[in-house]
């Protein structure tokens, strides 16, 4: 057989693999919405449990968050210059994970976490600031302009995963592969930083619910923007997941990966603490921001060990959804000769080859 017909078939063979994984994945979650002591928000999740089509795309959903951040490593290093599409990256994986969980999930369900369109509403003040030509596209088109807000919006809520995840990547290759003797990541930071921040004015400063931004911590310790705090411990839950990754590929020692992921643990919680309000008042209820978002929960006690508990469930449940469709994308580590000469022993002891 050619080389390129081999091509394929390993692709047509990793296709049908993530096909039936990710319909396996949607059932059971479909399965899990329709039993007795199902929570509210998973039974409204799909529409009457869902069908076969809703089980396959919301499991493409789940499977796409490895797979695409993998991606966006590959191109990311593909050229020196290949850094500067990291934000057509991003938009392109959100957008595909965004089409993934439309057709999934109820309107009802996208609309509690990103908030109902208003583009299309009567009296809103904002279309006044829009171009004429856009209002008069809204105007014409009012579907399609739901849509384009909502995936604005999915866009600077998502995008910021697989950044994070690529960067985390990014970082332990290089440093495992070349030590000291790495490459210069200045460019690649200071891009993800501008994006972040892009999502960032989405999220929080045009939000249009408050589903999000009133957990918020409103002073954050060392006068440090809570959404920064929020953002880092996103990238340690990241690192967590480079870490399952590289163990997966044997780049790292298993050992050495699940030492440092448990370092990580505590830390993680903490740093989610300082970007979190401790005290949230709604429904009749006082509690922590943390303890609702790992739990659910709005009463009871909350003490720092169920706190880093809860913390370390959901490191893993991270690492399991993105470890796999990391090595799908990514499965070995060949340091790239343009980016700091010849290779030698890693800084961790593996073999930079």
Not at 32 to 55: C, F, Q, S, V
Not at 131 to 149: M, N, R, S, T
């Amino acid at each position: 057989m050619l080389p390129f017909g081999r091509a394929w078939l390993r692709w047509l063979r990793l296709g049908l693999l993530v096909t039936v994984v990710a319909f396996l994945v949607g059932v059971m979650v479909g399965l899990l919405g329709r039993l007795p002591g199902a929570p509210g928000n998973l039974k409204e999740l799909m529409w009457r449990g869902g069908n076969a089509l809703n089980w396959l795309m919301f499991g493409l959903c789940v499977c796409w968050l490895g797979i695409g951040s993998g991606f966006m490593v590959r191109a990311v290093r593909r050229r020196p210059a290949s850094v500067l599409l990291l934000p057509l990256l991003a938009v392109g994986v959100s957008v595909v994970s965004f089409a993934f969980l439309s057709l999934s999930v109820t309107p009802e369900s996208l609309h509690d976490i990103l908030g109902v369109p208003v583009w299309t509403q009567n009296g809103w003040q904002g279309t006044e600031n829009l171009a004429p030509v856009v209002q008069q596209g809204i105007a014409l088109y009012p579907k399609a302009a739901d849509y384009i807000e909502m995936g604005a919006r999915y866009i600077g809520l998502y995008a910021p995963i697989p950044i994070l995840v690529s960067l985390a990547v990014v970082l332990l290759g290089d440093y495992v592969s070349y030590g000291r003797r790495a490459p210069n990541r200045l460019p690649l930071l200071a891009i993800s930083i501008g994006l972040l921040w892009l999502c960032k004015l989405i999220v929080v400063d045009h939000a249009v619910t408050d589903n999000l931004v009133e957990l918020m911590a409103r002073r954050a310790p060392l006068g440090i923007p809570a959404m920064v705090w929020l953002y880092l411990a996103l990238f340690l839950l990241a690192l967590g997941a480079a870490l399952a990754w590289g163990a997966m590929i044997r780049l790292l020692s298993p050992r050495l990966a699940l030492c440092l992921g448990l370092l990580l643990l505590p830390l993680g919680c903490l740093v989610a603490a300082q970007g979190l309000e401790g005290h949230v008042e709604k429904y009749g209820h006082r509690f922590s921001a943390l303890q609702f978002l790992l739990t659910g929960e709005r009463t009871g006690d909350w003490s720092a060990a169920a706190g880093i508990a809860s913390w370390a469930a959901v490191q893993i449940v991270f690492a399991l959804l993105f470890a796999p469709g990391l090595k799908l994308a990514i499965p070995g580590w060949r340091p790239v000769e343009w980016r700091a000469g010849r290779a030698g022993q890693g800084k961790l002891g593996v073999p930079a080859a």
